[in-house]
């Protein structure tokens, strides 16, 4: 039987108080076993003194250039990168409008993620992996600045967020301007391409990855759906051993209000089912059953 490694990462560690504590508890109570950090946000040193008392926790660094401040503290440095209020651009459609029309300096966009790096370094943190808040690494321009920062930071893993549509296994589909242009990305053709690229940086990462589609809305029945064909999926893998990666945000159920910088998104998110599904005994059930390995970033 193929050994599967399943790897369950909680994204925005840092992001508000009460998300730190769901992944804590996530972690200690459930199946959660890696988490990703922003490191600029105001809760991030908290997020920091909870991962060392847990060091069975995977922790990297959630690269950050959209919905949110930087942590370079000398703006005019990164200053394409943000608006007269310091501010990134709103969601990944508008970094991606901005960086096209050659509004972004990539320059800044390394200065930014290298001390998104540094800091949480700073903090104690022991940084097993990477990925970016909204996938802003998927694009082809941003993919080969990360991949540079984290090779000058010993970061070698990366999550891999090519997941190609499926409707059976994503419906029921919502329509909205950002699942079509995951649509219109998520092909075999450019999933190919992005492993080629990420193969070329030396840099590993999990061969499945699920969560595109029920991004904010990975309750237990939308879990169960991967759970329930992870086998299958990982059949059609060549290697002898696969690894798997499903993304998840734990949270409050009104978790919206306690965040600062707080768009029409996360307001949709179902924080609190999300957890729910993370500490629930019949997902437990389901990995034992199907043989699946709970692992961490740290054992890719």
């Known amino acids: 039987m193929k050994k599967i490694k399943l790897i369950i990462n909680a994204d925005d560690f840092g992001l508000t108080r009460s998300v730190c504590d769901s992944i804590i508890s996530a972690h200690r109570d459930g199946v959660l076993t890696s988490t990703t950090l922003l490191a600029g946000e105001g809760h991030a040193s908290y997020a920091a003194g909870l991962a060392e008392r847990n060091p069975g926790l995977s922790?990297?660094?959630?690269?950050?250039?959209?919905?949110?401040?930087?942590?370079?503290?000398?703006?005019?440095?990164?200053?394409?990168?943000?608006?007269?209020?310091?501010?990134?651009?709103k969601n990944f459609i508008s970094f991606f409008k901005r960086l096209h029309t050659g509004s972004i300096n990539k320059n800044h966009i390394k200065i930014?993620?290298?001390?998104?790096?540094?800091?949480?370094?700073?903090?104690?943190?022991?940084?097993?992996?990477?990925?970016?808040?909204?996938?802003?690494?998927?694009?082809?321009?941003?993919?080969?600045?990360?991949?540079?920062?984290?090779?000058?930071?010993?970061?070698?893993?990366?999550?891999?967020?090519?997941?190609?549509?499926?409707?059976?296994?994503?419906r029921p589909f919502r329509a909205s301007a950002g699942n079509i242009i995951k649509i219109i990305y998520m092909n075999p053709l450019y999933k190919?391409?992005?492993?080629?690229?990420?193969?070329?940086?030396?840099?590993?990462?999990?061969?499945?990855?699920?969560?595109?589609?029920?991004?904010?809305?990975?309750?237990?029945?939308?879990?169960?759906?991967?759970?329930?064909?992870?086998?299958?999926?990982?059949?059609?893998?060549?290697?002898?051993?696969?690894?798997?990666?499903?993304?998840?945000?734990?949270?409050?159920?009104?978790?919206?209000n306690n965040i600062e910088?707080?768009?029409?998104?996360?307001k949709k998110y179902l924080w609190h089912e999300e957890y729910l599904a993370l500490t629930s005994a019949v997902i437990r059930e389901k990995i034992k059953e199907q043989r699946l390995i709970l692992c961490g970033y740290d054992s890719l």
């Open 192 to 256: 190919k391409w992005f492993q080629y690229k990420l193969a070329s940086y030396k840099i590993s990462y999990p061969e499945i990855f699920f969560g595109q589609f029920f991004s904010g809305a990975m309750t237990c029945v939308n879990m169960m759906k991967f759970l329930d064909r992870a086998r299958a999926l990982a059949g059609k893998c060549r290697q002898g051993e696969v690894a798997c990666e499903i993304m998840t945000h734990p949270g409050n159920a009104d978790e919206y």
């Open 59 to 89: 922790v990297g660094i959630h690269f950050q250039l959209v919905a949110g401040r930087p942590v370079t503290a000398d703006i005019s440095r990164i200053k394409s990168l943000v608006d007269e209020n310091g501010m990134f651009p």
């Open 261 to 266: 910088y707080c768009d029409a998104d996360f």
């Open 112 to 170: 930014e993620l290298t001390n998104q790096v540094k800091k949480a370094v700073s903090m104690g943190i022991n940084l097993t992996h990477a990925d970016s808040h909204q996938h802003i690494h998927m694009h082809p321009w941003v993919l080969s600045i990360v991949a540079e920062v984290m090779r000058e930071a010993g970061i070698r893993k990366i999550r891999n967020p090519v997941e190609v549509f499926d409707y059976k296994l994503h």
